[in-house]
């Protein structure tokens, strides 16, 4: 047992540091919740603020003038509302990732960043779904468009169930529901902890409603455990289909660098990457502005900066093989997609994406720069603009120059269209930022949990 | 009726399970722990019955599939069949993504539902064992007092187990 002990620590060193106590474990993550912010937040929180009131006056504009606002033309039917879509959606992946396949995989260092990666994901996915609505034009229209009712009062019709478009209907709003269903999980002990540390009656209050009067018995733990489990494990197979269905939007088209049977994996493996780069991003701000430091450890950095280059090494394979496959097809607009993306109008977008997405993670080849949050963000900031770009240079470099030269044309986007992705990160970054002030952002059951067992040099027990 | 409990508090996960054992051993079974995270061992100690809710999950997803498949095939063959490039009305492969996707909705939905069912929870539930700090740093172990004999007893080993503090809390 003592020799188990001891090499365990010797391999192992501790995922919470500064020899905590639980109660400390409470005092200091309940802390941001209870102080008042720093300085930092509240500019952080006027510039999310300020995009998000932009955002909205854009897309007031949108939908008062209708789509045609947007750069879109008749060739380039798809702009910056569906890359973002993409793109958001991609960014919710990593939560999930983390919170759920970590979980079955026992992977014990996910306690510290897993329950702000869900609440990422369900930001992320409420920004997504803007998009597909807001292309609509007309979204007062949505119900109809998107989810089968009965009686059917706009026509005998129903939705097309045999329409990837559809099945993206149905994998964002599962997605979207399990995330929150598992996230709410999550915190329901975490909030009746909140309400024990409040002071006031009004906190205590609310924080004991919104704990739906978790007491912590053993039964509730046992069942409160065997549900998370079950939930992980569902969330596991559909976060691959959610991604899966969205290149599909792409794969089932016969448009040239869109017909692709590589885009499923291709998709998910591009989805972690930037996901994880997100959560790269958000992380290393947090643990510096909120005195996280003792949980948010530099071996937590290193983890997520290893998931991040092994699944740039993937992505950049798909690269790789798409273009191999683009040349040995002999198809000439197959051929042409990938001579006009790396030479045509939008090479910039198009190197840009390599620069950001292939070279810069391969700096986290070195343990130097995995264990340095200056430069895991700075680097997580050029894959979060690399995955961007990667979208719009699928979507936009697809379109604009297909089967007939008479119908080439460029896609210039708008003031509408930059406001609408302004908007969406300004949305993002102000729910992460109240997020980060009334909720406890780390799991404090589960790292009280990690803290037990890793006095008792438990090795197996998860 | 009410129940009388001896609640022996703890403020370590080690000492309450010692203790739980050692109460066991002389025959004098804890009824319940209320701990800030879930202790591994105490289940076989209280003797819980493994949790429903596997099968619960099962028949919700079953659900959901059927669901899902009914909607489809009645949509597409039944209601107002149309003929897309020749293709079978009930071409099921383009089914499959959306019975999927209803298959875990419906499975998750009804996982954390049956959850918060179980264990009688709701925005306005009262419990009698708050303001222990369990969700905090401490560790209760519950007994429940059928008899006064057994109270003597269970505070004798509580005492001698290390606990911090003896409370009745009457149920």
């Known amino acids: 047992m003592t020799t188990a002990t001891a090499s365990s620590e010797i391999l192992r060193p501790p995922l919470v540091e500064g020899g905590k106590t639980y109660g400390q474990i409470t005092d200091d993550i309940c802390a941001p919740m209870e102080k008042r912010p720093p300085l930092g937040w509240f500019v952080a929180f006027t510039v999310a603020g300020l995009a998000l009131l932009w955002g909205v006056i854009m897309v007031t504009d949108l939908i008062w003038t209708g789509v045609g606002t947007w750069g879109l033309n008749k060739t380039v039917s798809w702009g910056f509302a569906i890359t973002d879509f993409v793109f958001w959606v991609g960014i919710g992946h990593a939560g999930t990732l983390i919170s759920a396949i970590l979980l079955l995989f026992r992977q014990k260092w996910r306690t510290a960043i897993n329950r702000s990666a869900e609440a990422m994901t369900i930001f992320a996915v409420m920004c997504a ?41 149905f994998a964002v709003s599962t997605y979207l529901t399990i995330s929150l269903l598992f996230w709410y999980m999550g915190l329901l002990p975490d909030l009746a902890t909140a309400a024990a540390h409040a002071k006031g009656a009004i906190r205590r209050f609310i924080f004991r409603t919104l704990s739906l009067g978790w007491s912590g018995s053993a039964r509730t733990w046992r069942n409160h455990e065997k549900a998370s489990l079950l939930l992980a494990g ?24 869109w017909h692709s049977t590589i885009f499923p994996p291709f998709f998910v493996a591009g989805a972690i990457f930037s ?50 496959i683009g040349w040995y097809s002999a198809n000439t607009f197959e051929r042409f997609y990938f001579i006009n993306a790396a030479t045509g109008p939008y090479r910039y977008c198009y190197w840009t994406q390599m620069l950001c997405n292939v070279v810069a993670p391969q700096f986290f080849w070195f343990k130097k720069f995995r264990r340095s949050p200056v430069v895991a963000f700075i680097i997580s900031i050029f894959i979060n603009i690399g995955m961007w770009l990667e979208r719009f240079n699928i979507i936009v470099i697809g379109l604009h120059r297909d089967f007939l030269t008479s119908s080439w044309t460029m896609y210039h986007p708008t003031y509408v269209d930059w406001g609408l992705l302004i908007g969406l990160f300004g949305l993002f970054f102000t729910c992460f930022l109240l997020f980060s002030r009334s909720l406890p952002m780390i799991a404090m059951s589960e790292i009280k949990h990690v803290l037990s067992s890793e006095k008792h040099g438990e090795k197996q027990h998860a | 009726m009410p129940n009388k409990n001896l609640v022996g508090i703890f403020d370590s996960d080690e000492k309450m399970l010692h203790a739980a054992q050692k109460a066991k051993d002389l025959g004098l079974s804890a009824s319940d722990a209320y701990t800030p995270f879930p202790i591994h061992g105490i289940d076989e100690i209280l003797e819980l019955k493994p949790s429903i809710l596997p099968k619960v999950c099962f028949f919700g997803g079953a659900t959901g599939l059927l669901t899902a498949f009914t909607l489809q095939y009645w949509v597409h063959a039944v209601y107002w069949p149309m003929n897309i490039g020749g293709k079978s009305f009930t ?45 905090n740093n401490k560790f209760a172990l519950v007994f429940d007092l059928e008899s006064e004999s057994k109270a003597e007893k269970v505070s004798s080993l509580l005492n001698q187990e290390g606990a911090l503090e003896i409370r009745e809390i009457i149920e």
């Open chain 1, 234 to 257: 569902l969330a596991t197979p559909l976060v691959l289909s959610v991604h899966t269905v969205v290149s599909m939007d792409f794969a089932c088209a016969i448009v040239p660098g």
């Open chain 2, 91 to 135: 071409a099921y492969p383009a089914m499959v993504p959306i019975c999927f996707e209803l298959t875990v909705l419906f499975a998750g939905v009804s996982t954390f539902f049956a959850f918060l069912f179980l264990r009688g929870m709701h925005p306005f539930k009262t419990s009698p064992f708050w303001g222990l700090q369990t969700e």
């Open chain 1, 275 to 324: 996901g994880f780069a997100m959560v790269l991003t958000l992380l290393t701000l947090s643990r510096e502005f909120l005195g996280f430091k003792d949980y948010i450890t530099l071996k937590h950095i290193d983890a997520m900066a290893k998931v991040t280059l092994l699944t740039s090494m993937i992505v950049s394979m798909a690269y790789l093989t798409e273009t191999l």
């Open chain 1, 129 to 169: 779904g803007l998009n597909p609505l807001l292309h609509m034009g007309r979204i007062w229209r949505g119900l109809y468009w998107l989810f089968p009712y009965y009686p059917n009062t706009m026509g005998p019709l129903f939705v097309n169930f045999r329409s990837p478009l559809l099945w993206d209907v």
